[in-house]
């Protein structure tokens, strides 16, 4: 059973920044895409940031291209997401995913794993 954890979500101001870690389980880490969703108060869960399983593929929604970037330590069985001038709406809980395939996905069916999420709130 593959076991995601978040964490370094928090409180920051608009306009810092925070970096978010998913620590994997299991020995099929470097296998697989991963992904970042989110998911505000009263809306549904929405696609952040993707990285294929070597790395080399990233994908970005449109609201966070040029601020925020993914990327992965498969050595340490670790995705990051780093988010940079962040803002209130980037209020939300952070969910970590493991892809069901190497490429990315934008989708969440394109993920077969979890985690439990943490939590971001951005002041203004």
């Known amino acids: 059973q593959v076991q995601l954890v978040e964490s370094g979500g928090g409180l920051v101001q608009a306009g810092g920044s925070l970096r978010l870690s998913c620590a994997a389980s299991?020995?099929?880490?470097?296998?697989?895409?991963m992904g970042w969703f989110r998911q505000a108060p009263g809306k549904e869960r929405e696609f952040v940031a993707a990285?294929?399983?070597?790395?080399?593929?990233?994908d970005y929604a449109d609201s966070v291209k040029g601020r925020f970037t993914i990327f992965r330590d498969n050595a340490k069985n670790t995705v990051y997401l780093q988010m940079g001038s962040l803002k209130p709406e980037d209020t939300a809980v952070y969910y970590c995913?493991?892809?069901?395939?190497?490429?990315?996905?934008?989708?969440?069916?394109?993920?077969?794993?979890w985690g439990q999420g943490t939590q971001v709130t951005v002041s203004s």
């Open positions: 995913a493991k892809g069901a395939y190497r490429g990315t996905s934008i989708s969440e069916r394109g993920y077969a794993y």
């Open positions: 299991g020995r099929t880490f470097s296998y697989y895409a």
């Open positions: 990285i294929s399983w070597t790395g080399g593929s990233t």
